[in-house]
């Protein structure tokens, strides 16, 4: 089968029309297979649980690249809308209620969080021997845990659809502690650069903290309870995004 017109383009693959409701996301040439067939195993994981997301259907090889068919969600993203609005509330009311669904759910067939941050530690090379120790003696002592953490929640991740919001791209899913989840959506919203979408950057630096602050709020979570969580997760994301 062809492919049809492009949907969307992101940092690892592009989307494109594909059979009659359904898309085709196509990952960029020399994209690893192994990561690809992470996040197919994801999205087969979560598919049956209880919170809006596109169904998985398959994957495949396309003149030489890896791919994944996924159900068509025809909408925006819940960034886009929040940029064009500046409507806060409605953006942590889509987004909050979305992921006190994705938390609601457990699992013990996906990888433990402390994994992940723990392979980004040891592997940075913009850490000392005795930051890493430090980080990861930290680590150790955060909670354990089997909730299903999304890894990668934030508005860009949210299709907004019919007025339901749907979460999309299950590359990072893991099981742990739900505030880890809710500290990695915090750092992701507050903490990474400012987007290269013109205007005053200043004001989007507020924009970012007020709509983290405001999410947390919605979620019922004090930020003290997982300051540590946020010190974890931005030394392992000097090595994960080292281009931020």
Known sequence: MEKGIVIGTGNTAVVYQWEEG???????????????????????????????????Y????YEGQYGIIY????????LDRVLATKDLEMCTDYLAGLHKEILA????????????????IQESAFLTFEEKEKMLKLLHKLPEGKT?????????????????????DFMNVCRGNYLYDIART???????PVPDIGGDRE???VLKQTLADRYLEKMGVDRELIQDYLTVIAAARKAECPGE
């Open 148 to 168: 299903l953490c999304h890894g990668d929640f934030h508005p860009g991740n949210v299709i907004i659809s019919g007025g339901k919001a749907i979460a999309i």
């Open 22 to 56: 359904k898309v085709l996301k196509l990952f960029h040439p020399g994209y690893s297979e192994e990561v690809v067939d992470r996040e197919f195993s994801n999205t087969v994981i979560v598919n049956p649980m209880k919170f809006n997301k596109p169904k998985t």
């Open 71 to 78: 159900d068509r969600i025809d909408g925006e993203s819940l």
């Open 186 to 192: 915090v750092y992701l919203v507050q903490y990474t």
């Open 105 to 120: 759910n457990t699992s013990t067939d996906i990888p433990d969080y402390k994994d992940f941050l723990r392979y980004h």
């Open 203 to 205: 004001q989007l630096l």
């Open 58 to 61: 398959g994957k495949l090889i």
